[in-house]
């Protein structure tokens, strides 16, 4: 259930802080409010009158507006028209008025100190200035509640000082903020209250004042944490030289002097909250992004990835966070999925792009009887598989290439509790085999159920290293919401 009976107000001028671990129902209850999503129960009312459900349309008019952690702006509009997108403009002659349609508009980009001109398009401005663009959008529409999602995150420290400034002054002029973080420094210093959702219900309500960081995160977590389970754990060798290293790896703000070292057999989890740069680690792992500082090691040995094909001959395989738009080919068969890494197109036809059937099928029934990929038969369509056997066929698909390094981002998201063991199983195989794998979950629960080791990353660096009996979901979170200066602070 992703959300179950909550009950939440948010008063005229207030800036509300909401927040919560990945996966406590926050995105969901925003797209209720949107009319995205339909609750099965209950209503939404602003100023005592019922919100028609389900219309985004409806919400607008109520004077809700919402800025997600993807700007939703077109890059080659210009800033007024992305501020204009869905307003009815004034028209004359058949042509939009612009400079009439624009006054309003005009008027809120220097209510949020917009300083580039708003015919300059938005594929040239920084996020910070995307982030006014999307602020002043909704002031042009009167606004009553503005719904930030981790707005913060890809900002630089001025850039984040004005939009704190920015948010008090809306709060004084009577704009409600519903603020979405998981930045709990910035939550307590910015909110009047804060509401904390765990499993889809609302654990906890403070005023200002009320809870600290320590408090947050107990309720985030809740009381009752479990360790890991007591299961065999392979040993691994830890001495000699890594299989796979990073070496002061980074890319812009995202990740930041990362080094790290995975042995063979070994099953290292990457813990941290969303945006905290893990995925992008892996993609520059993977050859996908281009490195900007630090690099590779392959036994021993720097690593020059050319691109994602160069990582593969190298022994590298990805599984990607999303599965259906960046793993598969979602109109093509089962076969064709799990084969793609390793059949080659026919000798007898050079160059042209067919594969032959005949091995495709063998190869695949046999790794569909190897991972229990239930499915009709290897020529369906994957895109009709369950998505814990999508995720299945994802990893048979490099169990015939010459994998040393698996790296796997969120393994068990959106998979029944059965596919998740066998997920997890499949891992433990690989590893056993002497496969390195990296393993990026926001389920800390996974993490401490399936790593040998875990390294926890805030906001692009690696701010811990867990081992042994300190794996634990406790654990893993705190050093997910601590940087660097407060773990050093903490440990004194």
């Not at 992004?289 to 590298?316: C, N, Q, S, T, Y």
Request: glycine share 10%; charged share 25%.
């Amino acid at each position: 259930m992703a959300l179950d009976g909550v009950d939440l107000d948010i008063m005229r001028g207030e800036v509300h802080g909401l927040v919560g671990a990945n996966g406590a129902g926050k995105s969901t209850l925003i797209r209720c409010l949107a009319g995205v999503t339909v609750a099965d129960r209950g209503t939404i009312r602003v100023a005592g009158e019922d919100l028609r459900p389900g219309s985004p349309r409806a919400a607008e008019r109520a004077g809700f507006a919402f800025i997600h952690q993807e700007l939703n702006l077109v890059p080659h509009f210009s800033v007024l028209e992305n501020m204009l997108l869905g307003v009815p403009k004034v028209t004359r002659l058949g042509l939009i008025d612009w400079k009439r349609s624009g006054a309003g508009a005009r008027l809120a980009a220097a209510k949020v100190g917009m300083r580039v001109p708003l015919d300059t398009r938005v594929s040239e401005l920084s996020i910070g200035e995307r982030w006014l663009v999307m602020i002043g959008k909704a002031l042009a529409r009167n606004a009553a509640l503005i719904a930030m999602d981790e707005p913060t995150a890809s900002l630089s420290a001025a850039e984040t000082d004005h939009l704190f400034a920015l948010i008090r002054d809306l709060s004084a002029s009577g704009v409600a903020i519903l603020y979405v973080s998981h930045r709990l420094d910035e939550v307590l210093d910015l909110s009047d209250r804060i509401t904390v959702l765990r499993d889809g219900a609302i654990v906890d309500r403070s005023e200002r004042g009320r809870l600290d960081k320590a408090g947050l995160i107990r309720a985030i977590v809740g009381h009752d944490v479990q360790t890991r389970e007591d299961r065999p754990r392979p040993r691994v060798t830890r001495t000699g030289t890594p299989l796979f290293s990073a070496r002061n790896v980074g890319r812009g703000h995202a990740v930041k002097d990362v080094s790290f070292d995975l042995w063979r057999g070994e099953i290292l989890g990457f813990g941290g909250l969303v945006g905290a740069g893990r995925t992008e680690t892996a993609r520059l792992a993977f050859g996908v992004d281009r490195l900007e500082r630090g690099h590779f090691e392959l036994e021993g040995a720097p690593l020059r990835i050319r691109d994602e094909a160069d990582a593969v001959k190298k022994g590298l395989a990805l599984v990607p966070e999303e599965r259906r738009s960046q793993g598969l080919m979602l109109d093509q068969s089962v076969a064709f999925n799990i084969t793609i890494a390793t059949l080659k197109p026919f000798e007898s036809i050079p160059g042209l792009p067919f594969l032959s059937s005949g091995k495709m099928r063998s190869a695949a029934n046999r790794l569909v009887k190897h991972l229990q990929i239930k499915t009709p038969g290897v020529g369906t369509r994957i895109a009709g598989l369950s998505g814990g056997n999508q995720q299945k066929a994802l990893i048979a698909r490099w169990l015939d290439t010459n994998m040393r390094v698996l790296i796997i981002d969120e393994p068990s998201r959106g998979v029944d509790i059965g596919a998740r063991e066998q997920i997890h199983d499949a891992i433990r195989d690989l590893a056993k085999t002497g496969v390195g794998v990296i393993l990026i979950s926001s389920d800390v629960e996974e993490l401490a159920l399936v790593a040998d080791r875990v390294i926890v990353l805030h906001e692009g660096r690696v701010t811990g290293e867990l081992t042994g009996a300190d794996i634990t979901e406790s654990r893993i979170v705190e050093l997910s919401y601590l940087d660097r200066a407060e773990l050093a602070g903490a440990q004194s």
